[in-house]
Nanobody
């Protein structure tokens, strides 16, 4: 069982950058696939990026080339580096972790607001 806490959200102007962190506790972090999701008001939660324990990544087309997902298994932390932010990136960002055949674990979310 893993617990997740996101941090690093905030207010930023369009074109700026933020780095989100997802700190894990309570389990062996390297066994989990980590995903970053986001949900804007009135919209469905959408997948932003995923990273496996071995470092294989996938990105949504909307963020490809701008966002980078990474992880430090020794620190039990995953990151989402967000560059060239756009107003449409405004959302609550959630960290997710799951082991093979296991349940999805969610953090509480962190707000990212990008002003135009």
């Amino acid at each position: 069982q893993v617990q997740l806490v996101e941090s690093g959200g905030g207010l930023v102007q369009a074109g700026g950058s933020l780095r989100l962190s997802c700190a894990a506790s309570g389990s062996i972090f390297s066994l989990y696939v980590v995903g970053w999701y986001r949900q804007a008001p009135g919209k469905e939660r959408e997948l932003v990026a995923t990273i496996t324990g071995g470092g294989s990544t996938n990105y949504a087309d909307s963020v490809k080339g701008r966002f980078t997902i990474s992880r430090d298994n020794a620190k039990k932390t995953a990151y989402l580096q967000m560059n060239s932010l756009k107003p449409e990136d405004t959302a609550v960002y959630y960290c997710n972790a799951a082991r093979r055949s296991g349940p999805n674990i969610w953090g509480q979310g962190t707000q990212v607001t990008v002003s135009s």
